[in-house]
């Protein structure tokens, strides 16, 4: 049983003419004209889903390894002698760097496909991660973690994957997105602890070498092998449509009207209003998150838990994240993006509540309980309505753009955080603080228009708009 459900053999592959990854829907959908009026056909095994897989190990080790950091933070700081809000430098760094170098990776992307930006993403996070074994001093940290890993992480990351994806599938991009996502919360449910674990049984040096190992087996070989930048390159069409028919005739491809806003260049959508709602949400989910991801462990540690049990909460929220990922994702295909966007923002508030309103250990917990399922739920959500929006010709660069903000939430979180540890003894303010901006997200993202400008809701080109209703 394949994974859409049918069984067969592998589909043949069918010569087409070349074509470039910026290329629009539109411009291959009058790629080759046809008088065929034969509905298209289905592979019997769509070879999106394993471009899925592979995008799901890309994401697991990429961010599995960045989310690992926490568990440095105490034996490094320890070994050096630095404070918490030094060594969060690495982290503020880091943040801003990635979010500096998204928009240039979605540029790559847009110009060169997928697959080389991811290969050479892998790469770059390969060096930096092995090279953080030889830490001599904080500024050696920030060049390898903050500098170096922040670009690898860029061109590896899920965005680039999941504006991969988007041209793979139309019908199921949420889910799609969803599944390939969920990596990063595999990534955090096995790396976190195993590095925790590690660092116990050896040392933190060790860990980081291992980690490198770890990135590369998983990242490189498949990608160089399986990858492939569009369903074009093998004779298909968004969600397994055949480009040809069984007597090798041209298929029609299915027709999506565009939305009033699809972007015949990536400065317009700087004009409208759901980039700037879509990136000011995403500010707050950097901030909520890296904030997290950086002073989880040690915040967990102050709050008596041992490491491993820190890192086994941690664990629990990438793997519940899992569950409420697939989920979202898999609603987000038949219901309003935007309005789940909205409740996955409301439900991550409400997690951070729970640190103020329950005693430690509980409140721990029910933190990463509560807010496991919310965790990565934003990203896909997120591409999914700006596709939708703005179409796939500048995906790669509007999505570096909204993830810039991301970025800036990140810095601006991981730092803010160690310096008001350094200065009152705890993170209460600071998670405070980062969470109210949790209230502005789910407003923003409720308010767009997806009814309006997503493509999903304009009328299918045969049909006029008033029978659309």
Known sequence: MYPDGQSGTLPTLVHRPFRTGCQSEQEAATEQPSTSTAP???????????????????????IGSRSSFGNFVTPMSDEFGWSRGLISVAGLVGMIAAGLCQPFAGWFYDKLGGRKVILTGVLILTASTLMLMAT??????????????????????INIGSALLARWFRKRRATALGISTAGASVGGLVLVP??????????????????????????????????????????????????????????PPTQQTPGPLELDYWKKSLKSAPFWQLSIAYFACGATTSIMS???????????????????????????????????????????????????YGGRFIGYMMLFLLPAPW?????????????????????????????????????GMTFLFHQMGAAFSIQFAGLMHDWLGNYDWAFAIVACLLLVATMTSFGVKEKQYSARYQPRPQESPASAG
């Open 363 to 399: 409140s721990i917990w029910a933190f990463a309980s509560v807010l496991g399922f919310s965790w990565w739920a934003t990203g896909p959500l997120t591409t999914s309505l700006a596709a939708d929006i703005y179409g796939l010709k500048f995906l790669g660069t509007l999505t």
């Open 194 to 251: 195993l590095s925790a674990y590690l660092i116990q049984e050896f040392d933190w040096r060790t860990t980081w070498m291992v980690l490198g190992i770890i990135v590369f087996a998983l990242g490189f070989p498949l990608t160089l092998i399986l990858l492939r930048n569009d369903p074009a390159d093998m004779g298909l069409r968004p969600d397994g449509e055949r480009a040809t028919d069984s007597q090798g005739q041209p298929t």
């Open 294 to 344: 950086f002073h989880f462990i040690p915040y967990a540690e102050e709050e008596g838990m041992t490491k491993a049990t820190a890192a086994l909460a941690f664990g629990l929220m990438s793997g519940l994240n899992v569950v409420g990922l697939l989920g979202a994702t898999f609603l987000a295909d038949k219901f309003p993006r935007k309005n789940l966007l909205a409740l996955v």
């Open 40 to 62: 298209p056909t289905k592979s019997p095994l769509f070879y999106g889903w394993v471009i899925v897989g592979v995008t799901f190990l890309v994401a697991l080790v990429s």
């Open 136 to 157: 001599p001093h904080i500024l050696y940290l920030i060049l390898g973690f903050g500098i170096l890993g922040a670009i690898g992480s860029s061109a590896s990351t």
